[in-house]
């Protein structure tokens, strides 16, 4: 069975104003570095399909590491506000790169991030910073899921982004990943 993830990401000016309301009103849950390889399978090619809908991910964060599968809903714009994941921790990553290796899985990108995190009500809010792309902020709704429309759920979380003071850029639908490789081969 599949978890469902909803969350936003935002591509914003300055954190600053959002890291000033989460130290008032949240709980600081963690303050981490991450380095996150992506893969595509031989036997399917995950980036010809546009947008981009599946990620096969290995993370390595603080001695830890865990393998990440995605598949996201897209609505008829083109717009995503949910995925299916998967996801468990590995006790050898690099047991598993090999493995990946045999298989013919194919490396994508690498995306190095810092990533400050906060609990504040039903959202967890993570202020990223991303090698090569700047300053991001992820929202992630982790209230009860039973029947709740996830469009809806993204836009009060973006409401709440905006409440705290923080600048909204851009919303992005198709995460660090997808904009690393289009910067990389700028037809993607």
């Known amino acids: 069975m599949a978890n469902k993830e909803i969350e936003i990401k935002l591509k914003v000016k300055d954190v600053g104003s959002l890291l000033k309301f989460l130290e008032e009103n949240g709980d600081f849950k963690s303050d981490k570095y991450q380095r996150d390889e992506y893969y595509m399978p031989a036997h399917r090619n995950f980036i010809e399909a546009q947008p981009i809908k599946e990620w096969l991910r290995l993370r390595r964060e603080e001695g830890k590491c865990s393998v990440n599968y995605k598949n996201w809903h ?93 600048e909204i850029l851009e919303q992005d639908f198709l995460g660090y990943p997808h904009l690393l490789l289009r910067q990389k081969y700028n037809n993607i």
């Not at 902020?137 to 709440?160: L, P, T, W």
Request: net charge negative; aromatic share 10%.
């Open 74 to 166: 897209f609505n008829e714009d083109g717009k995503s506000y949910h995925c299916d994941e998967h996801e468990t921790q590995l006790h050898d990553m690099d047991a598993i790169k090999n493995i990946f290796v045999a298989l013919n899985f194919e490396p994508l990108i690498v995306v190095d991030k810092k990533r400050k995190t906060f609990m504040c009500g039903d959202y967890e809010v993570a202020m990223d910073c991303v090698e090569g792309l700047g300053d991001y902020v992820e929202v992630e709704y982790k209230g009860v899921e039973d029947k709740i429309d996830a469009k809806e759920v993204a836009e009060q979380m973006r409401s709440f982004i905006k409440k705290t003071g923080c």
